[in-house]
Nanobody, 122 residues
Framework: QVQLVESGGGLVQAGGSLRLSCAANGTIFSANVMGWYRQAPGNQRELVAVITRGGTTNYADSLKGRFTISRDNAKNTVYLQMNSLKPEDTAVYYC????????????????WGQGTQVTVSS
């Protein structure tokens, strides 16, 4: 069983910055991919950014340049630095982690955090 603990959300004015953190706790041999998705009211959940253990990243094109994802493999923690925030960034941000639980089993499991609210005022 793995739990993702998110923090860092809140209310910020347009142009401001926030840093989200997500720590994966539980039975984890390898957190292969970690990242962030978001969902605004009336919209589908969409990719924000993901990062592999080796540091390879994938960003939503519209967010590249403003958002930066990073991770601490020793702590199984992923971060999202959000700069130059816009009102359209307002959404619930969900942490994601793909976990391999044991070295003897190749199967992996996807886990999701409960979500943290990010609100950007104009």
């Amino acid at each position: 069983q793995v739990q993702l603990v998110e923090s860092g959300g809140g209310l910020v004015q347009a142009g401001g910055s926030l840093r989200l953190s997500c720590a994966a706790n539980g039975t984890i041999f390898s957190a292969n991919v970690m990242g962030w998705y978001r969902q605004a009211p009336g919209n589908q959940r969409e990719l924000v950014a993901v990062i592999t253990r080796g540091g390879t990243t994938n960003y939503a094109d519209s967010l590249k340049g403003r958002f930066t994802i990073s991770r601490d493999n020793a702590k199984n923690t992923v971060y999202l630095q959000m700069n130059s925030l816009k009102p359209e960034d307002t959404a619930v941000y969900y942490c994601y982690c793909n976990v391999r639980a044991r070295p003897t089993i190749l199967a992996t499991t996807d886990y999701w955090g409960q979500g943290t609210q990010v609100t950007v005022s104009s």
